[in-house]
T-cell receptor, first 112, second 113 residues
Framework: GQNIDQPTEMTATEGAIVQINCTYQ??????LFWYQQHAGEAPTFLSYNVLDGLEEKGRFSSFLSRSKGYSYLLLKELQMKDSASYLCAVPEFSGGYNKLIFGAGTRLAVHP | ETGVTQTPRHLVMGMTNKKSLKCEQH?????MYWYKQSAKKPLELMFVYSLEERVENNSVPSRFSPECPNSSHLFLHLHTLQPEDSALYLC????????????FGPGTRLTVT
């Protein structure tokens, strides 16, 4: 099975940089996903890491260390619209089927 | 436009009511999912349908009954719910051969009184 941990809440200032961490324990590994979810809206895909290292996509970057069971999402030049929950998820194959296992999410509040 | 729509967006029901949640996807996917999202808890996978066949039933109480009449539509029928069933119910879809590439609907906020 999977065990995923991420901080419950974080706050940051507009224009700053924030790092949201995620640790996981898994019996197998098929990559790690980050999703963004604004209040009352659908989760939307942000990134997928399967190899170690940093993947940059505009203001958002995601890092993975498979040996440490650790990932982080880095948000630069924060904007008010980045206030949302950020969900870490890992794939699992069980019961003959592939599925995503989610962390509880980190609620980020960006202040002026 | 996410390509996955859910109705209603909000629902308040009593414990003796029967209601249904509807999900529709316009992405040509052939796998669909129901998730439950409670406050400060991880998304919980409830049901998975692949090619209109249920492949996962994650120990969900029988008061939740899914139905997938075709690859574009998914329903969740609700009856005699409990207050602890109040949550956001999310539908998602994916290509059957790419189950991790999931697209979510906006969810139905359910309150059981």
């Amino acid at each position: 099975g999977q065990n995923i941990d991420q901080p419950t809440e974080m706050t940051a200032t507009e224009g700053a940089i924030v790092q949201i961490n995620c640790t996981y324990q898994t019996s197998g590994f098929n990559g790690l996903f980050w999703y963004q979810q604004h209040a009352g809206e659908a989760p939307t895909f942000l990134s997928y890491n399967v190899l170690d290292g940093l993947e940059e996509k505009g203001r958002f970057s995601s890092f993975l260390s498979r040996s440490k069971g650790y990932s982080y999402l880095l948000l630069k030049e924060l904007q008010m619209k980045d206030s949302a929950s950020y969900l870490c998820a890992v794939p699992e194959f069980s019961g003959g089927y592939n599925k995503l296992i989610f962390g509880a999410g980190t609620r980020l509040a960006v202040h002026p | 436009e996410t390509g996955v729509t859910q109705t209603p967006r909000h629902l308040v029901m009593g414990m003796t009511n029967k209601k249904s949640l509807k999900c529709e996807q316009h992405l040509g996917h052939n796998a669909m999912y129901w998730y439950k999202q409670s406050a400060k808890k991880p998304l919980e996978l409830m049901f998975v349908y692949s090619l209109e066949e249920r492949v996962e039933n994650n120990s969900v109480p029988s008061r939740f009954s899914p139905e997938c009449p075709n690859s574009s539509h998914l329903f969740l029928h609700l009856h005699t719910l409990q207050p602890e069933d109040s949550a956001l119910y999310l539908c998602a879809s994916s290509p059957q051969d790419l189950p991790y590439e999931q697209y979510f609907g906006p969810g139905t906020r359910l309150t059981v009184t």
